[in-house]
């Protein structure tokens, strides 16, 4: 399984960003995706997961300014990201497999926003 990030970028708080990922190979076990992010000196954190079913799961610092979906078709997730934060700013990285934890990575794509 190969995951491939996009739609990154920089940004001032308050604006929005669109992230994609898309999967490839074997992509029929990919019951879950999600996206983690890693702040300088922070640890990689949870943004937010979705399941085939749609059922989702948003870190408490997120919820109501991010949103998780995916298309099925094209085995893309992706992240919709309103009402930035400097807090915000992150290297965003996809991550997929059958359950948590998911054991495929994408490589990472950096979110700055600035205040």
């Known amino acids: 399984v190969q995951l491939q990030a996009s739609g990154g970028g920089s940004v001032q708080a308050g604006g929005s960003l669109r992230l994609s990922c898309a999967a490839s190979?074997?992509?029929?076990?990919?019951?879950?995706m999600g996206w983690y992010r890693q702040a300088p000196g922070k640890q990689r954190e949870l943004v937010a997961t979705?399941?085939?079913?749609?059922?989702?799961n948003y870190a408490d610092s997120v919820k109501g300014r991010f949103t998780i979906s995916r298309d099925n078709a094209k085995m893309t997730v992706y992240l919709q990201m309103n009402s930035l934060k400097p807090e915000d700013t992150a290297v965003y990285l996809c991550?997929?497999?059958?359950?948590?934890?998911?054991?495929?990575w994408g490589q990472g794509t950096q979110v700055t926003v600035s205040s």
């Open positions: 979705i399941d085939s079913g749609d059922n989702t």
């Open positions: 190979g074997t992509t029929f076990r990919l019951n879950m």
């Open positions: 991550n997929a497999g059958i359950s948590r934890p998911m054991p495929y």
